[in-house]
Structure formats: C-alpha cells, structure tokens
C-alpha cells in the first residue's frame, strides 16, 4: 500500500530538471505566482474541483510574480512533497518562508550562491545579526 | 464467464451507488493552483451480482454481490457454491446486500461484473462508512470530550468523570457519560468529496480522512455526480 501512496505523490512532482537540487545554506531566489483576489476565478469551479485545472495551471492565468530571496535555513522532506525554509531580512525584520517546491504557486527556483555550511538545519543563523549572518561561498570547481 | 454490460445503463441503480473499497493510507495533493489539500487513498474493488433477491420469492428486492478477492483454499464450500451458481471465475470472499426497488432489479444478471474503473471518474460527493480504530476501554475525557479538573494546585488525579447525578435517584441512569470501551464502532463520514480518480492506480483521494486503518474495508456510497463539463474537462486531459 505503501507504493500505491509512493506511485501517487510521484504525479505530483514537476517535471525533472524544474527544481534544482537545494541544499541549506544557498540562497535562493524564489519566484512566486500571486492571483489578485484570490484564486476562485482561475478555474471557475469550486476550490475542491480544480481537477479541472490541475497539472495545467496556465501561466497567463498569474498576474504578478514576486521574488523572494534569501538563505535556506532547512529542507525538509524529500520527494514531491518537499519542502524549503527560506530566511531573509526585510527591512530590518527577519522573514521565513516555507515553501513545497513542486507547488504550482512556485513559478520557478534558481540557486545563486552555495554557502560553507555543516549542519542541516541552519536555525543559529536566527540569533545572529548583521555581518555575523554570512555564509562562506563555497567554490564549486 | 462474467457478463459485462455498458455501465451507464445502469448507472443510476441502487447497488451501484454503494461499492466497497479498501483504505491505502493518507498523504496531500496539490490542486490547480497549488494549494495542498489532506486526501485519503481508497481503492474501489470490484463486484459480482451472485443473487437476485425478489418481491415474490423473496419477500423483498434486492442485490447480493460479492466482493474481495482472494485464494480458492481461503473460501468454505458454501461460498464456493454461491460463487458457482454465479458462474463466475474468480473467487470472492465477502458479501453483501442492496435493497432497490422491483424497477430497479430490471438489466441486472446473476454474474454480472461491476468493475469501478468504468464510472468512478463520475463520482463527486461521497458518504464513507467503516469500522473506526479500537481505542480499548478509553477514560470518559476521551471518550465523551469532558473537561477533566485542573492541574495545579494539588488536584490528585486530574482525569476523573467525577460525579455522575443526584443521591436522590440513588442509581445511575442508563445512558450516562462513564469510561468504557470506545472505538470500533460503525461510523459514516458525510459529503467527502473525490478530489480526483487515478485510473492507472485504480485509487480515489477523497479530501478529508475516513474511518479505520489502512487497509481497512470500507463502504463508499455516492451522494453526487459531477457536472458534466467538469467531466468533460478531466476526460480532455487523459
């Protein structure tokens, strides 16, 4: 049974090569899909039924992309259901965010830096401020 | 020899809007827009029709199918000669009854297969009956939601039903709130809705939970169909 429920989340996941590899530690900027008053409208059918539109969410069905940028503090999971905690500073403030990476909310994911880091979950990085949060890059060869 | 008929015939009978299932396990899914929703998967099985029952023989109408597959060495004579008398092939181990109207018993055979592949994909709203998980003798703040006393302040045992009426009656009523064996009862969940059928893993996820564990047998009976474009659209995908 438990490769029944293994063989349906696989549907879940986008297609290879979408979603890059994510490790803590990178910092990524995450593009998010935003649907101004909700989201009701983009199949015409209740929120339960939009089997209608899965897997085919059109993409000029979003009306605005909003990038969020920072470090990732941890990834949890694995498989389709993945998900990444992404931490940044905005405006003084700490912000985290969890996303499922093969969400359709997600538009898309690119990894700029890789950081020296040596555990997986990155959570000291919230007791630090300023110049101590910076990760060393790590060199790729 | 099972005999198969097109399904919309009948779709609109009795003893098709009641089918048996099997519960998978529970994990989330995506919609269109990406929100994630709790689903439950449960696998539909088939059934075959292996007795008629009639107003004039029987007293009332009815279908007895059978259902759940399993070894010929796991089934007792009876039910092989039940299953023979259907002339089915394969073997069967459970049963079970759909009372319907005389009308209704009209098209349907002896022997006849039902397999949920053909309408499943139709289905939208569900009710989900099963046996729940056994708690065992379960104390009365889980088993009837009481408040319990407070923890502090040197309260002894905080998880009492306490007093349970007047000395007046000097007895307990029947029917009164107490400890005692909960769970594996009968339950009926209410207006699930299928959030999608696989037809390549033979599974439904109905958004929600259901009764039982997993691997458990359930009854799945429709409330609801979709709407037509919504199977339009569902059937232009695959």
Redesign the interface.
């Known amino acids: 049974?438990?490769q029944?429920?293994a063989?349906?989340?696989k549907?879940?996941a986008k297609p290879e090569g979408e979603v890059p590899k994510i490790v803590p530690g990178d910092t990524v900027r995450v593009h998010i899909?935003l649907?101004e008053g909700g989201?009701d409208h983009?199949?015409g059918?209740k929120?339960?039924?939009?089997?209608?539109?899965?897997?085919?969410?059109s993409k000029q069905n979003v009306e605005r992309i909003q990038v969020f940028e920072g470090t990732v503090l941890a990834v949890h999971g694995q498989g389709p259901?993945q998900k990444v905690t992404v931490r940044k500073i905005a405006s003084g403030v700490g912000v985290e965010k969890t996303y499922?990476v093969?969400?359709?909310?997600?538009n898309k994911i690119e990894v700029t830096r890789h950081g020296v880091v040596r555990r997986a979950k990155l959570y000291y990085l919230r007791d630090r401020v300023g110049k101590a949060t910076r990760l060393k890059e790590k060199m790729v060869r | 020899m099972g005999i198969r008929r097109a399904v919309p015939f009948f779709l609109d009978k009795a003893m098709i809007k009641k089918i048996p299932a099997k519960k998978i396990g529970m994990t989330s899914a995506f919609d269109g827009t990406g929100t994630t929703l709790p689903v439950t998967l449960l696998q539909p099985l088939p059934v075959v029709v292996t007795q008629i029952k009639r107003q004039e023989t029987d007293g009332y109408s009815a279908v007895q199918v059978a259902y759940r597959e399993t070894l010929e060495k796991r089934i007792n004579k009876p039910t092989k000669g039940v299953l023979a008398k259907a002339g089915t092939d394969k073997v069967f181990s459970k049963f079970y009854e759909v009372r319907c109207s005389p009308e209704e018993l009209e098209g349907i055979e002896v022997g006849m297969e039902v397999n949920p592949v053909d309408f499943m994909a139709r289905w939208d709203q569900i009710n989900v009956t099963g046996m729940s998980k056994g708690k065992g003798f379960a104390g009365a703040m889980k088993r009837h939601g009481f408040a319990g006393q407070q923890r502090t302040h040197g309260d002894p045992d905080n998880r009492r039903p306490q007093s349970n009426g007047a000395t007046d009656a000097a007895r307990v009523f029947k029917g009164s709130r107490r400890p005692g064996h909960m769970g594996h009862d009968q339950v009926t969940i209410k207006g699930l809705t299928i959030f999608e059928y696989d037809k390549d893993l033979n599974v439904i996820a109905v958004s929600g939970s259901v009764p039982g564990p997993n691997g458990g047998m359930l009854f799945v009976k429709r409330i609801s169909e979709r709407p037509a474009d919504e199977i339009a659209a569902v059937e232009g995908e695959e």
Do not use: D
């Open positions: 049974m438990k029944i429920i063989q349906y989340n549907k879940m899909n649907y989201t983009i199949a059918l929120k339960i039924h939009r089997i209608a539109a899965k897997g085919k969410q259901m499922f093969n969400s359709a909310k997600i």
